[in-house]
């Protein structure tokens, strides 16, 4: 997707050789042309999959899957990592380790918003090992909900996450794939040219 390639090409600032930096349009301030952009090309892709619901997790996931869902028409739900005094029972729960973070959290989705009867679009900002869309494939597994594939804004096609869930079966679509981080160089994947960001040391 050029726009967003654009976009990282353009604000994006690599941290490390694994660490890239978005969050001036896409988890902390949030380009909400960009998100409507993302979720026409997410739409597009998965127009005649039967979707009836969209599942992602908070809080960066919830921008991409919005729009994915205005465009689908279909309800969007998404797991909370947080416990919540209004969110008790029927919770159907998932484990997930985040890398970034070094920790494991228990998301959570209420039985009453996923069935049998969906066919479930996952929508997340980033993939890299995976461990957060696996998360959402399981609650989506429990409740007997059918999966329809796995969107990601950015792929990190250099980290395992990207080959561990084709491998499992799922389709993946993945609007920009980055190859590399090396040496404050971002590559993306089928393109020939590397492009300079900053990078913060």
Known sequence: MELLIEKIKNEGIVLSSSVLKV???LNHQ???QLMLEIGKEFAERFA???ITKILTIESSGIAP???TGLQLNVPVVFARKRKSLTLVNN???ASVYSFTKEETSEISVSNQYISENDKVLIIDDFLANGRASLGLADIASKAKASIAGIGIV???GFQDGGSLLRDKGYRVESLAIIDSL???LVS???QTTETKVELTR
């Open 65 to 67: 899957a919005v729009m």
């Open 48 to 50: 005649h999959c039967g």
């Open 154 to 156: 950015i792929e990190k």
């Open 182 to 184: 090396n040496d404050g």
């Open 23 to 25: 969050d001036s349009f």
């Open 30 to 32: 949030v380009d909400p």
């Open 91 to 93: 919770l159907i729960t």
């Open 188 to 190: 993306f994947e089928q």
